[in-house]
């Protein structure tokens, strides 16, 4: 199998099976309503009565989020006459179709109000769905090429409307005009693997390694799109030329949702879905690289070093999804969290940032995970395999009881990375190994086995230095054991800090954010607010008999006191006013920063200029 995505229709057709197409049409029925209107009709279908069905989940997002809840209506016709359509599960459902029956039209409508990258949402201003939320599967039909007619919406208030997809139109290239139209597919697989939008979106093209990409922005917003597509085009090519060309993809697309505040994305095969916050982007006479827009940057490069990192080089356990249920890998440190330190790792050495702005992006991220015990008790392994049921689903007692494969994982790569090139002299890095991975794995589309990403260190690291790095590197991932960062930092000429986030004491609590009281989210293991018996729900009225009306009221009272200070804290349990004595501690030294030695010796120097660029 091509890891090339196929852009035109012949290619498309190329290898794929004798089924007939399935067909899908899709249109905006009321957008005021947030309705679309879906037909699939299925040729020659199953006599004994053909099953489809909504997929639970999308790829990417690891959590089962039942979108088969959204669809308001279904009906079915035979050969143009009623049929019945019996629901067999929560997201399934199978038509009596009499035999020699020669079509099967199943006709549907999706509510779409969901403000994310995961399902679809439809109003006045604009359209936006994953194939995953809108397309039935077709029980038998999973390897049929599929034809999609996305038509023009009809409504007065979307006439100016235009729409954006790496999907490949029946005839043509992807990213050949914003029209709506026809499309086709290899497979189901491929067919939901294509987000769409539509809308009066800001559009804006840029070519890396000679394949266009195209940055669409929904929302109002004053982009600077010419800064974006110089910045975003670095680093699509540093990309590119660490996987070796050519890229897998022919075009590739940002489908970006502007909003007063937001974040997050979703990796396609060629294409991201994205949300921002409009003080993300960039503007016309900005100086620097404010904190936003790097932040922004480093989401737009984290969902597309995905394009190889687990959208080509993915788990076995993906291969193919099940999209009916979870699908368990201990993998997902590598997959998110080697994604996670590339992310950062491409905006230096494309020269989008300066070194120093990644040491700090990178302190950040040890602050991060050092600041929950949760670290010390689940490993990243684990963490991957109950994505679905812990990560996804944190509650209030997340920092003491998980770790982010995400962070952590990003960690650990860094760890790797360093212990490859120092025991090498900067012959090897972590980058020889992503290649391999890419050779053995993202080229051929075989499934990465649960020791894969083990063998490939252990194959790029040879012997010795291999083998003891890919049994250093399992133990890392199984286990809960502190990573020796400052001692793996010290041959690059870096040093690792930690001090207090504040001089001020400590109760051991964070409050959640916004809200009109002080409502207690979380409260940390071990600390003064745990062992007085503080909450998380509980809410803080007051400290010393002075109100409290939010973090920072109790940041400035704490300000004002020391470490071993009693202090006597009033909160609301429910209903029922309760009062605690908490002897205050002073604050974590869970504040990490690093900074270049000054003294660094020449090689110290040689091998940070190999991992960090010039």
């Known amino acids: 199998m091509s890891a090339r995505s196929s852009t035109t229709a012949a290619s498309s057709v190329a290898g794929m099976s004798d089924l007939p197409p399935v067909e899908y049409r899709i249109r905006v029925a009321d957008p005021g309503a947030h309705l679309f209107a879906v037909e699939c009709i299925v040729r020659n279908p199953d006599p004994e009565g053909q099953v489809v069905s909504l997929p639970a989940w999308i790829p990417g997002s690891y959590m089962i989020r039942e979108f088969a809840r959204n669809i308001v209506s279904i009906a079915a016709l035979a050969d143009d006459e009623p049929c019945t359509l019996e629901k067999l599960d929560k997201h399934t459902w199978r038509a009596a179709v009499a035999a020699g029956a020669r079509k099967l039209l199943l006709q549907y409508q999706v509510y779409a109000w969901d403000l994310s990258v995961?399902?679809?949402?439809?109003?006045?201003?604009?359209?936006?769905?994953?194939?995953?939320?809108?397309?039935?599967?077709?029980?038998?039909?999973?390897?049929?090429?599929?034809?999609?007619?996305i038509e023009r919406p009809e409504a007065d208030v979307c006439r100016h409307w235009k729409l954006i997809t790496s999907m490949p139109p029946e005839h043509g290239r992807a990213g050949d005009g914003c029209r709506f139209g026809r499309f086709r597919v290899a497979d189901y697989d491929e067919l939901i693997d294509h987000p769409v939008e539509m809308g009066e979106f800001s559009l804006a093209r840029f070519e890396a390694a000679g394949v266009p990409h195209d940055i669409a922005l929904s929302g109002r917003q004053d982009c600077d799109l010419e800064r974006l597509c110089a910045d975003l085009r670095r680093i699509c090519e540093w990309q590119i030329a660490l996987f070796g060309a050519p890229a897998p993809v022919d075009y590739y697309a940002f489908l970006t949702l502007v909003v007063g505040d937001g974040y997050g994305g979703l990796e396609h095969r060629a294409s991201t879905a994205l949300i921002c916050s409009r003080a993300d982007l960039p503007w016309k006479g900005m100086e620097g690289l404010p904190e936003a827009y790097r932040s922004f940057l480093g989401l737009c490069s984290h969902e597309y070093f995905h394009t190889w990192n687990v959208k080509r080089i993915k788990p076995a356990a993906f291969t193919p999804y099940d999209l009916t249920r979870e699908n368990h890998t201990r993998l997902l440190w590598a997959f998110e969290g080697f994604t996670s330190y590339y992310d950062d790792l491409a905006l230096v050495r494309s020269g989008v940032i300066g070194v120093e702005d990644y040491l700090e992006l990178l302190g950040k991220t040890v602050s991060n995970v050092m600041r929950g015990s949760g670290r010390l008790k689940q490993s990243v392994a684990e963490s991957s395999f109950d994505a679905w049921t812990k990560y996804y689903r944190q509650d209030e007692n997340a920092p003491n009881a998980i770790v982010s494969y995400y962070a952590k994982g990003a960690l650990i790569a860094l760890a790797l990375d360093l212990q490859l090139r120092a025991g090498s002299d900067g012959r090897i890095s972590l980058d020889d190994v992503m290649r391999l991975l890419w050779q053995r794995h993202g080229l051929t589309g075989l499934g990465v086995p649960e020791d894969g990403i083990f063998a490939a260190v252990r194959d790029v690291g040879g012997e010795g230095l291999g083998r003891r790095l890919a049994r250093w590197l399992q133990k890392a991932v199984e286990g809960c054991e502190?990573?020796?960062?400052?001692?793996?930092?010290?041959?690059?000429?870096?040093?690792?800090?930690?001090?207090?986030?504040?001089?001020?004491?400590?109760?051991?609590?964070?409050?959640?954010?916004?809200?009109?009281?002080?409502?207690?989210?979380?409260?940390?293991?071990?600390?003064?607010?745990?062992?007085?018996?503080v909450s998380a729900g509980d809410v803080l009225v007051a400290v010393d008999g002075l109100r409290v009306t939010g973090a920072k009221s109790l940041d400035d009272m704490l300000a004002r006191r020391r470490a071993g200070d009693e202090v006597s804290l009033h909160v609301f349990r429910r209903d029922e006013l309760m009062s605690f004595s908490v002897v205050l501690v002073k604050a974590p030294a869970d504040k990490y920063s690093l900074k270049l030695s000054e003294r660094a010796p020449a090689g110290a120097r040689a091998l940070r200029k190999g991992w960090l660029g010039s």
């Open 118 to 149: 995961r399902s679809a949402h439809l109003d006045t201003t604009h359209g936006f769905f994953n194939g995953t939320s809108v397309f039935l599967a077709v029980a038998g039909r999973s390897a049929a090429p599929c034809i999609v007619t």
């Open 482 to 533: 502190e990573l020796p960062l400052a001692r793996l930092l010290k041959p690059m000429g870096v040093a690792l800090d930690a001090t207090p986030a504040s001089s001020a004491p400590v109760l051991g609590i964070k409050l959640a954010a916004g809200g009109s009281e002080a409502k207690v989210a979380n409260v940390f293991d071990a600390g003064p607010a745990q062992q007085a018996g």
